[in-house]
């Protein structure tokens, strides 16, 4: 999903997005790299600075995704937003490695602003099922909803509860592991969610756009109605 991503904001700097979608597009996608080269890292060498380098871009992408979501239709400069976007960041920053001994926190901090992100993601897709961008909407958030709680989420509940009894077959397929699975279905639900809330935030301003595949299998958003330049 790292490179898929890089993939995505090359995609965003081109002329499928206009100048404001890719401003808040550019820093969910960013990210997601973020995340990702965080996470190769952590799992190269398991020290704990490259688990921070982890969680704490996760915490970041969930603050993202909700700035694009309390901004999703607005007409008006959303710099205050953004700038309470980035304190809160490094507050959340700042909090985490304080406690980052005491996992548990991290766990309730990512669930409660994942629960927020998708709650409202599904409020705004249902929320008017007669609009003609209903169907793009719907197409989307089914993409991504499937990855995320029944792939990612799945597992890694499972897993948790469970990791005792999975391990003797995890030393079997020498550290091959359910794990996995949950890298692969979260990256790609938000990899997903970031691609409706790009499409639903052109919608909001009047575009339109059209769900593509890149190299026939990776979906990917692009803006075919006419170009509305929108306040930052």
């Known amino acids: 999903m790292i ?5 995505s904001i090359i995609i965003s700097i081109s002329n499928y997005l206009t100048e404001y979608l890719l401003c808040r597009t550019f820093n969910m996608f960013l990210s997601q790299v973020v995340v990702g080269i965080g996470s190769m890292a952590l799992h190269g060498t398991l020290h704990w600075f490259w688990q921070s380098a ?3 871009p996760m915490l970041w992408q969930n603050l993202t995704i909700l700035f694009s979501l309390y901004n999703l239709h607005s007409k008006k400069s959303t710099r205050f937003s953004g700038f309470m976007l980035a304190i809160t960041g490094i507050v ?11 996992y548990g926190v991290f766990v309730v901090a990512f669930c409660l602003l994942m629960g927020i992100n998708l709650s409202w993601t599904t409020y705004c897709v249902f929320k008017d099922r007669t609009c003609p961008e209903y169907p793009t909407r719907l197409w989307l958030y089914s993409l991504s909803m499937f990855p995320y709680l029944l792939i990612g989420g799945g597992f890694w509940v499972y897993e948790m509860h469970n990791c005792n009894e999975l391990l003797p077959y ?3 397929f020498n550290g091959v592991t359910l794990h996995i699975l949950w890298h ?7 990899y997903l969610q970031i691609l409706l809330l ?3 935030r052109a919608q909001a301003r009047g575009s339109v756009v059209e769900v593509h595949q890149l190299w026939g299998f990776i979906p990917t958003v692009k803006l075919v109605g006419p170009k509305v330049l929108l306040p930052r």
Do not use: F
């Open 184 to 190: 692969i279905g979260a990256g790609t639900g938000a």
């Open 170 to 172: 995890y030393r079997v």
């Open 198 to 200: 790009t499409a639903m």
């Open 54 to 56: 982890d969680e704490v």
């Open 92 to 102: 959340l920053t700042m909090s985490y490695y304080l406690i980052r001994h005491v």
């Open 3 to 7: 490179y898929i991503s890089y993939i």
